[in-house]
C-alpha cells in the first residue's frame, strides 16, 4: 500500500466533504448523527463481531487490562454511544452566529460569523467509543474528519466506520465528511499531520508521550491537552470548612483524571489548623502523602516530598502538600510548577479571590470550587473533544465552539475605499 | 556569545516581564506607552544618528532603494512612531473582560476572562518602525515581547530599545518586558521559536519566504499572514455601476498590498457587459491584464493568462481576468485558488451574497465592497499586527484582541462535584 497516495486521497476526499458540511444546515446534520445512531443500532452485532477480533488479537499481544478494557465493546457501551449521538444532535449549532454586527464610518456593515475549521485529524488511542465522540462532535461543528485510533482497535473501527458511511449516506451528506484511516501502518499518522493543505487542525488525545510527539512533528496546529498539574491553595482567609470539603474532592473523588488536584498548597498561617482535618481523610482513603519540611513538621506521618513531587501528575492516590507563606508564594509556586490545567484558591476574601484569578495563568482558575469542575460537561459546553493546556485559539475544555473559527463578513452597498 | 545562553536568559525575563505585566492595570500601560513616546521625542538624535550608521552599512552592502526606504527613519517617522503609542494608549483594554457569565446547575459561577498570551515574539525586516507599532500593541495587551528585526537594522532597533526601556522603567515596569534582541546571529531566531516553555505565540512579519521558513522550524505556536490573492466576483445580479467600482478600486487603489485584488472573475451573463467598461479602464492605468479564453474573446486586446496566474500574488499592476458560468463556479475557481484572505461578491441577489459568505472559506468575505477594505483600521480593530490567514485563534485582521486569550473563571462558595 502507498501511504503517501492514500493519505492524499483522503485528504483530498475530507477538503471536498468540508465544503459541503460548510453549508449543510443544522437540520441535516442531525438528521446524519440520528442517522449514524441507527446504523450502530442495526449494525451492532458486526461491531461487536468486529471488537471480538480486537479483543483476541489484544489478549493474544498481551494487551494488560487497563488497555482491554478500554478496547472493550459491549452492548451497553453501544448504547452508550448511541445516547452520545442524540446528545450531540440536540446542542446547538454554533456555525453561521452572527456577532460584533456593526457599521464603520466607511458605511460598510461588519460582523463576525462563527464557522467551521474545515478538516480536523484526530489522533487517539484503542478506545473505539472515540471514533463516535470525536466524529459526533466535529459533524456538528460542521468540520470533515479524518479519524486514526490505536491500531489494537482497527476491526472495532472499521465496522463503526462503516455505520458512519451508512449513516452519512442516508442523510445525504458525503461518505469522505468522516474518514477512519484504514492502515495501522505508522506513517499514516506521519503524512495526516504534515498535509496540511488537507488538514487545519490536529487534535491528539491519549497520554503525553502521544502528544508531545505529535507535537514535536506535526505541520499542522495541533490543538492539545497535556498533563493536568492542578492545585488548591488554602488561603490565610480561607473558612476551614470548604478548605476541607475542596481539598478532600479534589483529591479523592476521581484520582485518574486529570483535573484531580496533585498538589495542596496551604498558607502557614492555616496549616496547623486545616492539614490534620484533611490528612486524617486522605490517610482513611489510603492516599499517599508526600510534604515540604513544614508540613512534615506539623504532620510527622507523612513522607518527605522531593523536587520532582511539585511537578508530578499522579493520577493516582499521591498527593503532594508544600506549607507556603502565604498568597505571592502560592501564585509563584503555581506559575512556576503547574501545567496551566486548573487551579482553585479558597478563600473568603474577595481581593485575594480577584488576585488569584488575575495572576494565576491557567485554562481554569476558580474560587472556592473544587478543581474537579473544569470539564466540558460540567461548564455546559454538552460535550468536549478533550481540555486544552494550549494558550492560542482554546484554552480549558473544547466544545463544539472550540472546533470552529470566526471569519469577517462585510455587507456593502457598493462601497470602494478612499 | 553563547546565543543559546543569552537566548535563555532574554527567554526567562520575558516570562517574568509577562507576570508583572498580566496584573497591570490599564493605566500603568498607558503611562508606559506615553513614557516610551516621550523618551523617542527626547532622544530622538540618537535614534536618527544609529539610523544613518545603519543606512550606511546598507549602502555599502547594496541594498536596494525599496529597502533603504523602509529603513530610512527622519524626523516625520519618528513623529509618526510617537503618534502610534499615542493611539494605542487611546484603544480600549481588552484584558479582563468578563463574557459569558452564567451559573451551573452545580451552583458554581462561570465565566470567560480575556487575558494576556503572555511572551510573543514578533520577526519582522529591517523596518525600524515596526519595533514600536509591535512593542506598542503587545504591551497593551499585557504581553511581553521578543522583538527580532532584520539584521539591517541593528543600530537603529537598539537605540528604539533603549527608548523603550527607559519608558518602561519610567512607569515602574520591568526592562524585560520588551526586549529587542542585541545579535544579527540568525541562531538567535531558531532558539526563539523553538523555545517554547518561554515564548507562546510567534508572529512573523515579512514576505512569504520568511514566514515559510519560520512556520516549518517553529516549535511555539505561529500567527501568520502569507499571500493574499483576492478575489472580486461579479454576479449575474450585479449592479453595473457598483461592479466597475469595486473591481477598479480593489485592484487600482493600491498595488503592493495584501487587499488588493488580483483575480477579477465575472459570470458569463455579464460579462460582455461589464468587462469592456472595467478594461478601458484598467488601460488607462496600465495594468496588464490576463485573461482566460472566454475573457480574450471578448477583450482582444488583453494578453492569455497561464495555469499560475490564478494562484499569483502580484503586488503589482497586473490583473488576472476569468469568466465563469456562475456563483457555483466562482466559489470553485476561489475556494481552488484563493489564499483564503479577501473575496468579495457584488450582486444585488439577497441569497446569492448569502450562499457566497457561507461558502467561501477565507478570512473576509464581502458583499458589495472592496477587498481594500479588509484592514484593522478599517474593521475598527484601532491597529493590526497583522492579518491572519491561519484558521485557528484569530482570522483576518489582528488586533489587540488577537493578541489575548480567554481563560475560564468559576466563583464558588464551597462547591464540590458530586
Not at 482491554?68 to 457501551?77: E, I, N, P, T, V
Not at 484520582?255 to 484533611?278: D, F, R, T
Request: charged share 20%; net charge negative.
Amino acid at each position: 500500500m502507498d501511504i503517501k497516495a492514500y493519505m492524499q486521497s483522503v485528504g483530498i476526499g475530507a477538503r471536498d466533504a468540508s465544503r459541503a458540511l460548510a453549508r449543510a444546515s443544522s437540520a441535516v446534520k442531525n438528521n446524519a448523527l440520528m442517522a449514524i445512531a441507527n446504523q450502530l443500532d442495526v449494525n451492532r452485532n458486526a461491531v461487536l463481531t468486529a471488537n471480538q477480533v480486537d479483543m483476541e488479537n489484544g489478549r493474544n499481544n498481551g494487551l494488560n487490562e487497563a488497555l482491554l478494557d478500554r478496547l472493550a465493546l459491549d452492548d451497553g457501551r453501544i448504547n452508550g454511544m448511541i445516547e452520545g449521538l442524540h446528545q450531540v444532535s440536540e446542542l446547538p449549532d454554533p456555525v453561521g452566529e452572527l456577532t460584533d454586527l456593526g457599521t464603520r464610518p466607511s458605511g460598510i456593515k461588519l460582523a463576525k460569523m462563527r464557522v467551521p475549521l474545515g478538516v480536523i485529524g484526530i489522533i487517539y488511542e484503542s478506545r473505539p467509543n472515540v471514533t463516535i465522540d470525536a466524529a459526533s462532535l466535529c459533524l456538528k461543528s460542521g468540520n470533515a474528519t479524518v479519524l486514526r485510533g490505536g491500531s489494537e482497535s482497527i476491526e472495532s473501527n472499521q465496522a463503526i466506520a462503516n455505520c458512519i458511511k451508512l449513516g452519512l449516506a442516508d442523510a445525504g451528506l458525503p461518505e469522505s465528511a468522516v474518514q477512519v484511516i484504514s492502515t495501522t501502518d505508522r506513517a499514516a499518522v506521519g503524512e495526516l499531520i504534515t498535509m496540511a493543505e488537507y488538514v487545519d487542525v490536529i487534535v491528539p488525545r491519549g497520554g503525553k508521550g502521544l502528544i508531545e510527539r505529535i507535537s514535536a512533528d506535526a505541520r499542522v496546529p495541533v490543538i492539545k491537552h497535556l498533563d493536568g498539574n492542578c492545585h488548591v491553595y488554602i488561603d490565610d482567609n480561607a473558612d476551614i470548612d470548604k478548605a476541607v470539603a475542596i481539598a478532600v474532592n479534589a483529591k479523592t473523588h476521581r484520582y485518574g483524571v486529570c483535573n484531580a488536584m496533585e498538589s495542596l498548597l496551604v498558607a502557614e498561617s492555616m496549616a496547623e489548623k486545616v492539614l490534620p482535618l484533611i490528612v486524617d481523610i486522605y490517610a482513611a482513603k489510603q492516599v499517599d502523602m508526600r510534604g515540604c519540611a513544614r508540613s512534615c513538621e506539623i504532620l510527622p506521618s507523612i513522607s518527605v516530598a522531593s523536587e520532582s513531587d511539585w511537578s508530578e501528575e499522579y493520577l493516582a492516590p499521591i498527593v503532594a502538600i508544600k506549607v507556603v507563606a502565604g498568597i505571592d508564594a502560592a501564585i509563584e509556586h503555581i506559575n512556576t510548577y503547574s501545567s496551566q490545567h486548573t487551579e482553585s484558591i479558597v478563600t473568603e476574601d474577595h481581593e485575594r479571590g480577584q488576585r488569584f484569578i488575575a495572576e494565576v495563568d491557567s485554562s481554569s482558575v476558580m474560587i472556592n470550587a473544587s478543581t474537579r469542575f473544569a470539564d466540558g460537561f460540567e461548564y455546559g459546553l454538552g460535550a468536549e473533544i478533550g481540555i486544552s493546556t494550549d494558550k492560542i485559539h482554546a484554552r480549558g475544555p473544547v466544545g463544539l465552539e472550540g472546533l470552529t473559527s470566526q471569519k469577517w463578513v462585510v455587507f456593502g452597498d457598493g462601497q470602494i475605499r478612499q
